[in-house]
């Protein structure tokens, strides 16, 4: 699929709805990338659900959610009357709880162009079901989610030596695109109380911390599969970051907890990218993307 530009908001990072739309306008972005739905709601975990860390933050929200009935009722209008492409992400802890998810986005209309498969939430019940940790797993969750009738997009974890080959296997099943990465497990400890700071205990790491790990596996996916569109996530914070995840191989970004600090970053990130590129002579984000393999990288 085409995008009219290449940064979009990054899932569970923007809301379910046009929240952001008054600080960037939506249909500005290449897309719009919704927190992940299921097809019931989700109370999510207890808080506290978000900790500052050095260069970042760990959440651990769990998944909270409307269901997808509910948003495609109360969220989505509002977001259709931006103007925003919209990809929907899905969630279940089952095979079948994601092909529900997807059936009931079959129902939308064609402004949701395309939804992502997040087979990768760290939060979920201590992480039980990190389908991304196996090639299996997730060529049937990916397969399952062919019922929502759109282009498929999965959401990877990096916190696996498995990376490529779930690369691979997802996309056999029929990925269009691979959105690389979630955020990586992590824990906070409070020393007064002696106990995790979140609620849940674990979280999850985002932010410039991360950069580097989704440079890599862009880099590392790119190069076992270059024909596979790639959506670079992890600490994109100025146009700067993109360039990087684009020259390791990527089409496209998602600019997330950025957007935490200011809840323009995405556009902010979109200008800042295209001046890069206009002062760079580059005039497709094509002739730039994966060009750190012109050269024989070794890592
Ligand atoms: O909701 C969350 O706790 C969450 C999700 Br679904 C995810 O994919 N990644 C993350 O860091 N948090």
Not at 101 to 120: D, H, R, Y
Request: net charge neutral.
């Amino acid at each position: 699929m085409r995008l009219p530009n290449p940064v979009m908001t990054a899932s569970g990072t923007a809301g379910h709805g046009a929240e952001l739309d008054r600080y960037v306008p939506l249909a500005t972005l290449g897309a719009h990338v919704v927190k992940s739905l299921a097809a019931f709601a989700w109370q999510g975990n207890p808080s506290p659900r978000l900790h500052p860390t050095p260069l970042g933050m760990l959440n651990s929200v769990g998944l909270q959610g409307p269901g997808v009935a509910a948003w495609l009722a109360d969220d989505l209008p509002a977001l259709e009357r931006t103007g925003a492409r919209i990809v929907a992400s899905i969630w279940g802890r089952t095979v079948s709880e994601f092909r529900s998810a997807a059936e009931l986005i079959a129902g939308a209309g064609p402004a949701v162009v395309a939804v992502e498969v997040n087979l990768s939430c760290p939060n979920l019940e201590g992480g039980r079901h990190l389908f991304a940790y196996s090639p299996r797993d997730s060529a049937e969750v990916v397969a399952a989610a062919a019922a929502c009738g759109r282009p498929l997009w999965a959401k990877l974890s990096a916190a696996t030596d498995r990376l490529v080959e779930v690369a691979a296997a997802a996309a056999d099943a029929g990925a269009e695109a691979l959105t690389l990465i979630n955020t990586v497990p992590g824990l906070a400890i409070d020393l007064d109380t002696r106990l995790p700071v979140l609620g849940a205990g674990g979280g999850a790491l985002s932010g410039p911390a991360i950069h580097p790990v989704a440079v890599r596996a862009v880099f590392d996916v790119h190069a076992a599969l270059a024909d596979m569109a790639i959506v670079g996530v992890g600490g994109v914070t100025r146009g700067v970051d993109a360039v990087e995840l684009i020259l390791a191989g990527a089409s496209a970004v998602q600019v997330g907890t950025a957007t935490f600090a200011d809840p323009r970053a995405a556009g902010r990130v979109l200008a800042e990218l295209t001046q890069w590129c206009r002062s760079a002579g580059v005039d497709r984000i094509a002739d730039l993307r994966g060009n750190v393999h012109r050269r024989q990288v070794q890592t």
